[in-house]
């Protein structure tokens, strides 16, 4: 079964940038018939959407990050970024990278945490002034 793995977490200082990773292993089919999503979670709050990648790079972002964050990925490596720019302190959660095949659609971006069928453990971002 799929797995993945986040990296890149960490304690940073509002203002700051970072950029987390996500590897896709045991893979069922390419790398490039997923679409991949990210969510984060605070304590005491649902997992909320962040963004989200078709399987021809097309992207979706949140109202609340579209100004400050971007998703990338690089098929070769069956990895997807989340690249993070100006964090402030709401930013601070557990950020989790999920994955799903999507075999009728390459441009098609899912939004919802039930339509993906695979999670990583997740990362931690803490922001501080």
């Known amino acids: 079964q799929e797995q993945l793995v986040e990296s890149g977490g960490g304690s940073v200082q509002t203002g700051a940038s970072l950029t987390l990773s996500c590897v896709l292993s045991?893979?069922?089919?390419?790398?490039?018939?997923?679409?991949m999503g990210w969510f984060r979670q605070a304590p005491g709050k649902e997992r909320e959407f962040v963004g989200a990648?078709?399987?021809?790079?097309?992207?979706y972002l949140a109202d609340s990050v579209r100004d400050r964050f971007s998703i990338s990925k690089r098929d070769a490596d069956a990895t997807v970024y989340l690249h993070l720019t100006s964090i402030v302190a709401e930013d601070t959660a557990r950020y989790y990278c999920?994955?799903?095949?999507?075999?009728?659609?390459?441009?098609?971006?899912?939004?919802?945490?039930?339509?993906?069928?695979?999670w990583g453990p997740g990362t931690q971002v803490t922001a501080s002034s």
């Open positions: 999920a994955a799903r095949l999507s075999p009728l659609s390459e441009r098609q971006t899912f939004l919802q945490p039930y339509e993906y069928n695979f």
């Open positions: 045991k893979l069922t089919w390419r790398f490039s018939d997923y679409a």
């Open positions: 990648i078709s399987r021809n790079g097309l992207t």
